[in-house]
């Protein structure tokens, strides 16, 4: 986003048009909502040299995935390196925003060993170092890149230029210029704690060409970026599986292999997965194949007999889903779209408690008759005791022979999945959950089996431990089956968008006067784009569209938390999963499948809820070293207790009957390692994270991340953009003075409207608007504004913070005026045009005569933005355009205050109307007459004194600002660059959701402290209980069992406390009226 944001920034300086092909509206004042619209899904910087991104400034991180470039090596390139006299290293820097920046840049770089020269420019964002022949070696490279991240920005992997040739000497050259970066999510099972995400995440990262790995734990999936020409997916699956886990791919975006269905566009192509039954060997399968590539619009077809899936790249624009299955049908076989929930809800990585329940009821099943009902039996009826005492099995007593017989099972096959775990944890030099319960168990087991055998072979005293084992490994499996279950409604959020879009939608086909013509009824996923779909009362909209025809209140508060029904007519924007409560609609499919508003909410909310808050890195660093102590302290209390009984440092009296030192000792032991518990400290930041963004979601809040969660705790201030922020976003004019001598009003306006006609800027459809209402007034052009049009302009020069300068056409502006017969000046050559503030007037040699200057003073101080508008060398009108304020604003101001929070404005607009603007907000830090860079420059200066800085905007003008905040909330009616650039996106145009912004992060982290705190005060409660600390004051001794419940019981106790944050109550804004905030005005 940054990227697209400085490349139509530098275009615009330049002088040369925007990268984007719809032109953005000139600045007249605060011209921060202007839109420029640019596809983000999917979308990577295609300038030279950009590789994979990771901005890291003062403890801000954020991930970039654009691709880069390099160059191939040939022979006589890798003999000529010492020889070549210069070479160039050119950089793409991302993070420069103003001049200080980029002379920090220089610096670093020029700092470097064997650099001899460094140009840092700051548009297009760029720096290139020069030096000698062994500046091209990777290890050089490397260097230069260290000292720029060193410096504070980010660097991809450079273009590498010799005398005019490109050529790379490192290792990373490869065959082709591009090194394509693609995602793939994938299902992993077998993870048991916090550790296991931890190794696994270690050992993805260790893989060369893995640019990005995030492991969870709750949602049993691992999103891993990587270089594909590095390594491939098969190879990471083999990765994972030689951790100790298995893996199944559900997802891969960006990849040419089979895997890569599911969504994305690929050079302008859909993507679509489909399942083909009926297919009986690889005839069945190019027949498939053939009938698919057979299909208009197609671009490739693959088919796979064995696995039954089918992968097609095709035209949106020519075909869709349902042409796919159709052809599939018509070649005799059946088909089916896959949809991306299917993997989510099915995969085999997906929280479940089912494996957990099956090996509780086995354990159960074994366990109670013998462990539980059998003793409680002995104690009541003894002379069974006796009996089973006296008789011998082989030389044992019966009832050792019972124990071991239904221990055994619950020990190996029940416990089976505790000794992979431990066993690949500790091949991999980590130690996990299983390692402990697997020591604590064997510990029980082994010994109750070596002490049979001694007891057969020598006789004497038999002391058992079978109980402990089983009963041990029966909590520990209840335990797990509780949180998994209690795990599974953290993800509740998501299931529930899931389920909001419907099964099916009626599809209605049209005459060529657009009568309904036929009805069918198909599913969601065989809706192509440009389909007229009918939407009947109480049912819900099928996918993202626009009213066609009818009106209905439709209810959005699934998917924006506004309770209120919105009112939706023809020409409205329509989301999928809302729901028609009223009237009959119809309307057109814009957006389908993961372009859906629905799919990319499912996809920020999951991305945030695989992401860590750095806060969990304590919780990380604490669990690699938590297993080793406490084997150690275990060690250690089994030795104390058994040298302090030989030696006789406690009376005999001490020990239960039955039992020896040995044993007394051992029991000791077992119970510590059984007792601690790391898995409470790994589950208290994901679990409150997970529902939090959650909570977020299901209020029109989206979190993009942890690390956003944890910083917006830390806010102490909140910069709010004006236009479209604090305001509307719909300003009028509501004032104009005339000032041209010859021209009328009319011939002003349309000159005026020519020149904004082409913007999507606020203000110029503001004034475009203004002179369609004037001309009808006056009895020219149609009957409704709706047909008023105005001519193309040309030579249009776009000065931001300045306004606008074309050239109109003469003969061209006559034939207008003449055909809608508007009274116009002769004009005989083309005119200047120019529309903007006082600064552009100054530009251009202008004055605005006094009295005209002194009635702009007054509309500004009113609040009012006055435009400039002049012909040739004279002004000729000047325009009041008003922004009311929303009427939230104020109050949300004063309550951000009562918080704590200060808050600032930064515009664009002019001094007096910006501070009219804060004075009637309630906003006394005010920044006036900013460009989007020196917004970046008054966040960055308020860093500089320790102030954790927040941005608010929706411009594009707004994203610089955003990323160089620490946390940006963006609206979500703002264009999709500032929704991109943003770590909050409120899916209201509502100020009101910033205060639950900040206040769901307050609460989410408070969630998450309270969650350690309790995790560490059982684990330093619990192990010395275990260890016996109060057992000579109290003759209480912890059985294992006993330790192990609580150890599993404390894992659930800190999911219950995250799922504490379903209640979370949205804070209220109170509506004050002017009477409330001034008592004075009640007259």
Not at 296 to 320: E, F, K
Not at 393 to 404: D, E, K, N, R, S
Not at 977 to 992: C, F, S, T
């Amino acid at each position: 986003a940054m990227e697209r944001t400085w490349r139509y920034l530098s275009g615009v300086a330049r002088g040369g048009p925007p990268v984007d092909d719809e032109r953005a509206g000139g600045d007249h004042g605060d011209r921060d909502g202007g839109t420029l619209r640019t596809p983000l899904v999917g979308a990577s910087s295609s300038s030279g040299g950009l590789g994979d991104l990771c901005v890291a400034e003062e403890g801000r991180a954020r991930k970039r995935t654009p691709t880069f470039t390099i160059g191939p090596v040939g022979p006589r390139d890798r003999e000529a390196v010492g020889a070549m006299p210069e070479t160039k290293l050119l950089f793409s820097v991302e993070g420069m925003f103003c001049t200080e920046c980029s002379d920090k840049v220089q610096e670093a770089v020029l700092e470097v060993n064997g650099v001899t020269s460094a140009e840092a420019t700051l548009f297009p964002g760029t720096v290139i170092a020069r030096g000698g022949g062994n500046l091209r070696e990777r290890g050089a490279i490397e260097e230069v890149r260290s000292a720029i991240e060193r410096a504070g920005f980010a660097a991809g992997y450079p273009d590498v230029s010799c005398g005019g040739r490109v050529a790379v000497s490192s290792p990373l050259a490869q065959k082709s210029r591009t090194t394509k970066l693609v995602r793939a999510t994938i299902a992993v099972q077998g993870m048991s704690c916090a550790e296991c995400a931890t190794s696994l995440e270690a050992a993805l990262l260790a893989l060369p060409g893995i640019v990005i790995a995030a492991v969870s734990l709750l949602t049993g999936t691992a999103a891993v970026e990587f270089q594909v020409d590095r390594v491939s997916v098969s190879a990471i699956v083999r990765a994972i599986s030689s951790a100790g886990f298995e893996a199944k791919i559900t997802e891969v975006v960006g990849g040419e292999d089979g895997h890569a269905g599911g969504g994305g566009g690929h050079g302008g192509l859909a993507t679509a997965k489909l399942r083909v039954g009926g297919m009986t060997c690889s005839a069945c399968a190019a027949s498939v194949e053939e009938a698919l590539n057979a299909v208009m619009g197609v671009a490739s077809a693959t088919v796979n007999a064995v696995t039954g899936w089918a992968l097609v790249r095709y035209d949106p624009q020519a075909t869709g889903p349902r042409g796919l299955v159709e052809a599939v049908e018509a070649a005799g076989f059946e088909g089916e779209v896959w949809r991306r929930d299917e993997t989510r809800r099915d995969a085999p990585g997906q929280v479940s408690a089912s494996p957990w329940r099956r090996k509780l009821v086995i354990s159960l099943c074994l366990c109670l008759p013998v462990f539980v009902v059998l003793p409680v039996v002995l104690r009541v009826w003894d002379r069974l005791g006796d009996d089973l005492r006296r008789t011998e099995v082989l030389g044992v007593h019966l009832l050792a022979v019972i124990q071991l017989a239904f221990a055994t099972p619950i020990q190996f096959y029940v416990g089976f999945g505790f000794y992979v775990g431990a066993w690949h944890a500790l091949r991999n030099g980590r130690a996990n959950m299983d390692v402990l319960v697997a020591l604590g168990t064997t510990s029980a087991y082994g010994f109750s089996v070596f002490d049979l055998v001694r007891f057969r072979a020598m006789g004497g005293d038999l002391r058992l431990f079978f109980d402990s084992s089983a009963l041990l490994i029966t909590f520990i499996c209840l335990g797990k089956y509780l949180e998994t279950s209690a795990k599974a409604r953290t993800s509740d959020a998501i299931s529930k968008l899931m389920q909001l879009t419907p099964d099916t939608a009626i599809l209605v086909e049209l005459d060529k006067d657009g009568q309904v013509k036929a009805e069918q009824e198909i599913l969601t996923t065989l809706i192509h784009v440009g389909d007229c779909l009918k939407v009947l009362p109480g049912t819900k909209i099928p996918t993202d569209g626009v009213v066609s025809s009818g009106k209905s209140y439709v209810d959005e508060s699934m998917i924006t938390g506004e309770s209120i029904p919105v009112l939706k007519s023809p020409g409205d924007q329509v989301i999928g999963g809302t729901v028609n409560t009223a009237g009959l609609l119809h309307m057109k499919a814009t957006k389908i499948g993961s372009d859906t508003a629905l799919s990319q909410i499912i996809k920020m909310v999951e991305t945030a809820q695989m992401s860590k808050a750095p806060v969990q890195r304590y919780a990380d660093k604490i669990s690699s070293y938590f297993v080793p102590i406490v084997v150690i302290l275990a060690v250690t209390t089994f030795l104390s207790w058994y040298i302090c009984g030989t030696t006789g440092a406690y009376p005999s009296s001490w020990i239960p009957l039955g039992n020896t030192v040995l044993t007394f000792s051992l029991t000791f032991g077992i119970s510590v390692v059984v007792a601690a518990c790391p898995c409470a400290l790994g589950l208290a930041t994901p679990t409150a994270i997970m529902v939090g963004t959650g909570v977020g979601a299901t209020h029109g809040v989206l979190i993009k991340g942890g690390d956003a969660l944890e910083k917006a705790c830390n806010v102490s201030c909140l910069v709010f953009d004006k236009t479209g922020t604090l305001t509307v976003g719909h300003p009028s004019v509501v004032d104009t003075l005339h000032l041209h001598p010859s021209m009328s009003k009319e011939e002003c306006a349309v000159l005026a409207a020519t020149v904004e006609s082409s913007s999507e800027h606020p203000l110029a459809k503001s004034i475009v608007k203004h002179a369609c209402e004037s001309l009808l007034a006056a009895g020219y052009g149609p009957k409704d504004d709706e047909g008023m049009t105005f001519d193309t302009p040309g030579e249009v020069d776009i000065r931001p913070g300045y306004g606008v300068v074309c050239a109109v056409s003469g003969s061209s502006h006559s034939q207008y005026m003449k055909r809608h017969k508007i009274p116009f000046a002769s004009v005989a050559q083309d005119l200047r045009v120019c529309i903007g503030n006082r600064k552009l007037m100054q530009a251009e040699g202008l004055g605005v005569p006094e009295s005209a200057d002194l009635w702009m003073k007054k509309q500004e101080e009113s609040g009012r933005t006055a435009v400039v508008f002049s012909v040739g060398s004279t002004v000729a009108s000047i325009f009041a355009i008003a922004d009311p304020l929303k009427p939230e604003a104020r109050d949300v101001v004063e309550y951000l205050q009562g918080m704590g929070i200060a808050c600032a404005m930064a515009s664009g607009d002019n001094w007096r109307t910006a501070h009219a603007i804060g004075r009637e907000v309630g906003i006394s830090d005010i920044h006036a007459g900013i460009s989007p860079g020196e917004k970046v420059e008054v966040i960055r200066e308020m860093q500089r004194n320790n102030v954790s800085v927040g941005m608010v905007g929706d411009g594009v003008n707004d994203s610089p600002a955003l990323v160089a905040s620490d946390v940006g909330i963006a609206l979500g009616s703002g264009t999709d660059i500032a929704v991109e650039a943003a770590d909050y996106v409120l899916m209201r145009d509502n100020l009101e959701d910033v205060v639950m912004a900040v206040d769901l992060s307050k609460a989410t982290m408070r969630r998450i402290k309270l969650n350690y705190v309790w995790a560490m005060i059982y684990n330093i409660i619990c192990i010395p209980l275990a260890g016996g600390a109060l057992f000579p004051s109290t003759r209480v001794q912890l059985p294992p069992w006993a330790a192990g419940g609580a150890m599993a019981l404390s894992s659930v106790s800190v999911v219950c406390s995250s799922l504490l944050l379903h209640a979370y109550k949205k804070p209220r804004v109170q509506r004050k009226s002017p009477l409330d905030r001034n008592p004075s005005l009640d007259s």
